[in-house]
């Protein structure tokens, strides 16, 4: 079989690739090693941990919340069979969604286990038996990433998990350990902790969030010790002992020190992930990857080896699903000789706990290790009239703009829908936009994106309501 285009892996790059290469009139098709389409994120990452998260959000607010707005209710109680299969449905949704896109797109589908034999030349190890060999003037890997391990700790996803099984536990832990302060094992610890578990995580730096602004990072943390989850930075899991009924994580400060010992129901790993790329057969074909694992690419998304290509978390930057939809699209435009492009100084980034943490562009700590003179406009939403009305009013909005020309250079935002509101900073980013330009933008009353015009005020300030 002859295509224009092959492409390894159906996570949100590699799909994303494949369809807008069929829109551009090129021939695809894609390999697939799941029996459904759509990758970690549609699968076990993405989308089954924000189905978790809304409910849980849901559960911790008729417990908890409902009294203070007159609305009576008896105490709520988990079916949590019937929570994972809500889950579940969210999965099963989107898969077949993308399933249905292929079709519509006549884009051949081959299930199973992809080798690039050669340049132009995919061997697949089809799921169902038998082998087909694909040949195309191009081939995208997209296989995304596998979960990060810790040495010497061994994952079974029933005791000790990764992502994967933190989304399917089929009780509520007792006391869950969470391994890594990023975006994963908050969000997950955070689930669970309002499901009724009792939640520290264990982060090696002296901050959560690694990457993302200080301030805000901070800010945040204390945000999530009030809902009862507690932090133990600086430190460092060297093993869990699962020979006994309870396990126990042995912890030790990360300068070094003496150590201790925690006892958990389940321990998650969640300190971070790494490339995927075995039993592609890039060692054989020399395509080059870099210390962490990861494909080296140029700017066109090509490999050193001609006709190979790769995107998403296969390749340099940030392992967002949006980030490899966009290199998706850009990559798909450049093969039919458009001009595709990612910017990558505006890929915004969201932590959907409860509040969210959204962000784009760039830190103050970025902007001060830069040498750029800046200007910040912070506003809380304290004083935002919405939140107010609906008693959710922790978290503010932080505007970067440059001190000479003020252009807007980063944007970070805690809140209720912080990851809704961040992108009317992104647009503005993108068109190169000032803090002028988003406080002279008319918003509508009461919302909480006001705050973000506020904040934007702030730069200069003249915000009216603090």
């Known amino acids: 079989m002859s295509y224009d285009l092959i492409v390894i892996g159906t996570g949100p790059g590699g799909y994303v690739c494949a369809i807008r290469a069929s829109q551009l009139g090129l021939r695809v098709a894609v390999v697939e090693k799941r029996a459904t389409f759509g990758g970690t994120c549609l699968n076990v990452g993405c989308i089954p941990s924000k189905a978790l998260l809304h409910a849980s959000e849901l559960f911790e607010e008729a417990g908890h919340s409902f009294a203070a707005m007159g609305i009576v209710v008896d105490k709520p109680k988990l079916d949590l069979p019937a929570l994972l299969g809500f889950k579940d449905k969210a999965v099963d949704g989107n898969t077949k969604g993308v399933a249905f896109l292929m079709k519509k797109n006549k884009i051949d589908t081959y299930h199973g286990t992809a080798t690039i034999a050669a340049p132009g030349k995919v061997e697949v190890a089809l799921a169902d038996g038998g082998a087909q060999t694909l040949e195309s003037t191009a081939i995208v890997i997209a296989t995304g990433s596998d979960v990060a391990r810790l040495p010497g700790i061994e994952i079974d996803e029933t005791r000790v998990v990764s992502s994967t099984g933190a989304i399917a536990l089929d009780k509520v832990p007792g006391k869950l350990i969470v391994v890594g302060a990023g975006v994963i094992g908050l969000e997950l610890g955070s689930v669970w902790r309002r499901l009724g578990a009792e939640v520290t995580v264990v982060e090696y730096l002296d901050r959560i969030l690694p990457g993302m602004d200080g301030e805000v990072a901070k800010s945040f943390q204390r945000i999530l010790e009030k809902q009862g989850i507690a932090f133990k930075l600086g430190a460092k899991v060297t093993g869990v002992d699962t020979s006994g009924a309870t396990l126990k994580a042995s912890i030790e400060p990360a300068a070094g020190g003496a150590a201790e010992t925690l006892e958990a129901d389940v321990v998650l790993v969640a300190i971070g992930r790494v490339a995927f790329t075995e039993g592609l057969g890039l060692e054989a074909l020399g395509v080059e990857k870099d210390k962490r694992g990861r494909v080296v690419t140029d700017h066109y998304?090509?490999?050193?080896?001609?006709?190979?290509?790769?995107?998403?978390?296969?390749?340099?930057?940030?392992?967002?699903?949006?980030?490899?939809?966009?290199?998706?699209?850009?990559?798909?435009?450049?093969?039919?000789?458009?001009?595709?492009?990612?910017?990558?100084?505006?890929?915004?980034?969201?932590?959907?706990?409860?509040?969210?943490?959204?962000?784009?562009?760039?830190?103050?700590?970025?902007?001060?290790?830069?040498?750029?003179?800046?200007?910040?406009?912070?506003?809380?939403?304290?004083?935002?009239?919405?939140?107010?009305?609906?008693?959710?009013?922790?978290?503010?909005?932080?505007?970067?703009?440059?001190?000479?020309?003020?252009?807007?250079?980063?944007?970070?935002?805690?809140?209720?829908?912080?990851?809704?509101?961040?992108?009317?900073?992104?647009?503005?980013?993108?068109?190169?936009?000032?803090?002028?330009?988003?406080?002279?933008?008319?918003?509508?009353?009461?919302?909480?994106?006001?705050?973000?015009?506020?904040?934007?005020?702030?730069?200069?300030?003249?915000?009216?309501?603090?």
């Open 301 to 466: 998304f090509r490999t050193n080896v001609p006709g190979i290509f790769a995107i998403g978390d296969a390749i340099a930057g940030p392992m967002l699903a949006h980030k490899a939809e966009d290199e998706g699209v850009a990559l798909a435009e450049l093969l039919a000789g458009q001009a595709g492009h990612v910017n990558y100084d505006v890929i915004p980034g969201v932590v959907y706990t409860s509040p969210e943490v959204a962000s784009v562009g760039k830190t103050e700590e970025e902007l001060k290790a830069a040498g750029v003179d800046y200007k910040v406009g912070k506003f809380p939403f304290l004083a935002n009239g919405r939140a107010k009305a609906n008693d959710q009013t922790e978290g503010f909005v932080k505007i970067l703009a440059d001190a000479a020309t003020d252009k807007v250079l980063g944007a970070h935002i805690i809140g209720v829908e912080a990851g809704e509101m961040i992108h009317e900073c992104a647009v503005l980013m993108e068109f190169g936009g000032s803090s002028e330009d988003l406080a002279r933008t008319c918003h509508a009353h009461p919302t909480r994106s006001e705050a973000v015009k506020e904040a934007a005020m702030a730069v200069e300030k003249r915000a009216i309501h603090m």
